[in-house]
């Protein structure tokens, strides 16, 4: 039997090859690398700065565009109408009632039954609009970033803008999306890998000097697949061993954000699947706490395995989110008391992601993990800012709500968010 080859398919076979051995170098040199040294070419600040100047320019287009086709009503950039010059109670029910089918009716009037309808509508407009809902939802942006198409108030203004918005997409999906899922990959792979070689060593100096360097090794690589810009303040303030670590949640990345600076004992439920394999691997090669289910509910279980880990002070500082869900980056929520309750220093952290590149929040109730993840990965880039609080610990006479309100407003004031009580 004689086999023809035809020299077309070999063309392609070469030249995939090539690409492929062209990608997985760049990869390795500008970002793998780095990311091994914990060094930056500065590519990616390079990068932020030029989305600005295009997001500043687009916005600028947009508002022209309105202005000239008249759009009054809506802001053409943003997801909210423009408010209403605010008015009394009593102009706001004559306005009513002269709107109403009878003109006749006398609007000095003490009380009329249409008036319930007034009342009614500000009763839903301030359920919708209270202080703990709105921070389950996107915040809003006063820019437009090019990461949607349109929005309720979205008015088309100039091809050249739907062209650029055809580009940034083709960007997104076409390149930066493949570069950091590859990125992903590399990391969490290397992350279990690595993790269970450091495992088989025995227990000592050099197991734990290994094991720091590769989790900040892996957590730096996930972080570029994230095209994370990250600028820490006050680092002489960083968690230190046998302290607890406490910031606010917006995102599970924060655990990578804050990782990638500085190694952590994580404490968390225990899962199945591919973050069940990756959490047994860190395990061999550090301290974290890991809870079954049933473990989770028994507050004492809790408070005495995450007091045994602080009293050892050659272990790493336990990471913490007490809010125990993510908030939208505006705000801080109460913080649950069991972490302020065991009397070690608390390490204060507030994170604050800046929403015009993409919203790092976490729905969870709208989006899955791999949804989210997706959604992050397609986005321009995850810029924050990460600032370390001095040490704060328990004053006499203060209990642990106290406690941990007074640590709770500590990083809403750096963060510049809202300090809520709920």
């Keep these: ?42 590519i990616r600040r390079l990068y932020m700065k030029t989305l600005l100047k295009v997001f500043e320019w687009a916005t600028l287009r947009i508002e022209r565009g309105a202005k000239e086709k008249n759009h009054l009503l809506y ?15 009593e102009e706001e029910i004559k306005e009513i009632r002269r ?6 009716l006398d609007s000095a009037t003490e009380f009329e039954l249409s008036d319930i309808f007034y009342f009614a509508r500000r009763g839903v407009e301030s359920i919708m609009d209270d202080e703990v809902t709105k921070r389950f939802t996107a915040e809003e942006l006063k820019s437009w970033n090019l990461l949607t198409r349109s929005n309720y108030n979205f008015h088309y203004i100039s091809l050249r803008l739907t062209v650029l918005w055809g580009l940034g997409l083709l960007i997104r999906y076409g390149f930066l999306l493949p570069l950091r899922v590859t990125l992903a990959f590399t990391g969490v792979g290397l992350l279990v890998f690595l993790t269970s070689v450091v495992g088989l060593l025995p227990n000592g100096r050099m197991k734990n000097f290994l094991s720091e360097k590769v989790h900040l090794m892996c957590y730096r690589i996930c972080v570029r697949a994230l095209t994370a810009i990250i600028t820490y303040h006050d680092s002489e303030n960083k968690p230190k061993n046998g302290g607890i670590c406490v910031a606010n949640h917006t995102s599970p990345i924060d655990v990578i954000i804050l990782a990638s600076d500085g190694c952590y004992a994580m404490v968390g439920q225990i899962h199945g699947g591919l973050m069940g394999v990756i959490q047994r691997s860190m ?22 395995r995450l007091s045994d880990h602080v009293e050892d002070k050659s272990k790493l500082p336990i990471l913490i989110f007490p809010e125990g869900t993510c908030i939208n980056n505006t705000s801080v929520m109460m913080f649950k008391k069991g972490s302020f309750e065991i009397g070690a220093t608390v390490y204060p952290v507030a994170i604050k992601y800046d929403p015009r590149f993409g919203d790092a929040f976490w729905n969870s109730s709208k989006f899955g993990m791999v949804n989210y993840l997706l959604r992050m990965m397609s986005s321009w880039a995850i810029v924050c800012s ?4 001095p040490p704060m610990s328990r004053e006499e006479g203060e209990d642990a709500v106290q406690f941990a309100n007074r640590v709770k407003a500590a990083i809403a ?6 300090d809520l009580l709920w």
């Excluded at 950039?77 to 605010?86: D, G, R, T, V």
């Excluded at 395990?283 to 408070?303: G, M, N, Q, T, Y």
């Excluded at 990460?386 to 609080?389: D, R, S």
């Design 75 to 89: 802001k053409p950039y943003s997801n909210a109408i423009i408010a209403k010059e605010p008015t009394s109670l």
């Design 413 to 418: 004031r750096q963060g510049g968010l809202v």
């Design 1 to 42: 039997m004689e086999l023809f080859f035809n020299p077309f398919d070999n063309l392609v076979c070469i030249l995939l090859g090539i690409s492929f051995t062209v990608w997985f170098t760049l990869l390795l040199v500008f970002i793998i690398v780095p990311a091994i040294f914990g060094v930056s070419f500065g």
């Design 99 to 104: 709107s109403g089918s009878n003109k006749d």
């Design 283 to 304: 395990v061999k090669a550090c301290p974290h706490i890991w809870f079954e289910r049933s473990e989770v509910k028994d507050r004492h279980l809790v408070a005495k």
């Design 386 to 389: 990460v600032w370390y609080l």
